[in-house]
């Protein structure tokens, strides 16, 4: 079966700093029409960042869309400053955790939100940390406080609920699968 959605008319709806949204005209596979709102986004990079004694750098902050505080990995979105993935994962390591990583590796990307999104996300695993020698700025409004976990602990954070970032728990689990 072709699942494939012809578009038959667009309409911007808002231009922001972070995303974009489109409103589309379609024609199904069976030749209805129908509507999708669409978020376009530049794309992000999501870190799993441990230290040299095996813990996860975790950080504190607060989240308007889901109106609480949420515990995450460093995380942030590739824009005009990056000249590609990789640099928007030293970049958002520096403005957020301090730290810059001796080793990076790419894991594996995923949609963050296929319903509504085309915003792709990259998740990175950074080693062997060094604390930066030039801290470049946070962004603006981002407050974060910053600690560290073991592995047992940061999976009971997800048991407890405590954990409720879907790329944060993606990476502690990949985390978990690679200790065994």
Do not use: C
């Not at 489109?22 to 669409?38: D, H, T």
């Not at 407890?160 to 690679?178: F, S, V």
């Amino acid at each position: 079966m072709d699942f494939e959605e012809r578009v038959t008319g667009s309409t911007e709806i808002y231009k922001g700093a972070i995303i974009n949204v489109e409103k589309q005209s379609v024609e199904l596979p069976n030749g209805q029409s129908a509507f999708r709102e669409i978020v376009h986004h530049s794309g992000a990079v999501a870190i799993l960042a441990l230290t040299r004694d095996n813990k996860i750098i975790l950080e504190k902050q607060w989240r308007a869309p889901a109106e609480t505080t949420t515990i995450e990995i460093p995380a942030g979105k590739v824009d005009q400053r990056d000249s590609n993935f990789h640099h928007a994962v030293i970049r958002e390591l520096n403005e957020e955790i301090r730290y810059v990583p001796q080793k990076v590796r790419a894991l594996y990307g995923f949609y963050t939100s296929v319903g509504f999104s085309d915003e792709y996300m990259r998740l990175y695993l950074a080693t062997d940390l060094e604390p930066v020698k030039n801290q470049l700025p946070r962004d603006k409004g981002e407050f974060l406080e910053i600690f560290e976990k073991t592995l047992d602990e940061a999976i009971q954070m997800i048991a407890d609920g405590e954990i409720r970032d879907a790329k944060t728990i993606m990476a502690i689990q990949y985390w978990q699968l690679m200790q065994k």
